[in-house]
């Protein structure tokens, strides 16, 4: 199967990438649109490196990662000694967030967005599965992020910490295997410059956070499922709209 048609006049759809980004991260996602918009169907050969490197004036190298990129985003195969195709289209893609655009305010809302689904439930199931040892480490982690708040020290692994501890507890892997996957992006402060955006101190923000972290942890140790499910929403909107407030005053 050939692959798709090049286009040579710039109208037809290339220009030269823009610096802004990377030059693979610029190309894979050209690419990644095009299949997307089934300009390159389901099935369907690529381009070959060659005609790549033509056609968007970048390396050999730019475009042999930005190929990896979409391989690791499920978007396209590689046929020893044959091409690279797009995927069926029945093929599941991998769940990605794009960590380049978390600089943007908007988009770490739409994660903590993601948090309130996943982690609300996490928590109720975390109320009835919890151990003994569940709770200690999450009385470990409250406790340690109030020193952090005494000492002015950072706080985000304690804060970690306790979400990760969470995350376990619920005895579904695949609840700690997306939590190791956000990692820190599910810290909104280690994106952006939170206490530059708010117009409370760190210490009044931090106490607050590990108020609202506390109010979880008592409900988990209680074994009230529906508690801690609140408690965690309550938790993570309350970030959700901080980060609204904050993303407002910007816009202003």
């Not at 060659?50 to 004036?57: D, M, R």
């Not at 200690?136 to 992020?145: I, R, S, V, Y």
């Not at 923000?205 to 499910?229: G, T, V």
């Amino acid at each position: 199967m050939s692959g798709a048609p090049l286009p040579t006049d710039p109208d037809a759809g290339f220009a030269p990438l823009p610096r802004r980004e990377t030059l693979t991260s610029q190309l894979a996602k050209t690419l990644g649109e095009r299949i997307t918009a089934g300009e390159y169907a389901a099935g369907s050969k690529l381009p070959t490196e060659q005609e790549l490197v033509e056609a968007f004036g970048v390396s050999r190298t730019v475009v042999r990662e930005a190929i990896s990129l979409l391989k690791a985003g499920g978007m396209v195969t590689t046929r020893q000694g044959v091409g690279v195709f797009v995927t069926q289209a029945e093929t599941a893609r991998p769940f990605r967030v794009e960590e380049a655009r978390l600089d943007v305010l908007r988009e770490v809302i739409a994660v903590v967005e993601l948090r309130i689904g996943v982690e609300a439930e996490g928590a109720s199931l975390a109320a009835q599965r919890r151990t003994e040892a569940d709770l200690a480490a999450l009385a470990a982690a409250t406790a340690e992020l109030e020193r952090c708040i005494d000492e002015g020290r950072d706080a985000i692994a304690a804060d970690l910490a306790f979400h990760r501890t969470i995350a376990e507890a619920t005895g579904n892997r695949h609840f700690t295997n997306l939590f190791n996957y956000l990692g820190a992006l599910v810290i909104p402060r280690t994106r952006v410059q939170t206490f530059q955006l708010f117009p409370t101190s760190p210490q009044d923000y931090l106490k607050r956070i590990n108020a609202e972290h506390r109010m979880i942890l008592d409900a988990i140790a209680r074994s009230d499922a529906d508690s801690a499910r609140a408690a965690m929403r309550l938790h993570l909107t309350g970030s959700r709209e901080r980060l609204r407030a904050a993303a407002a005053r910007q816009e202003a």
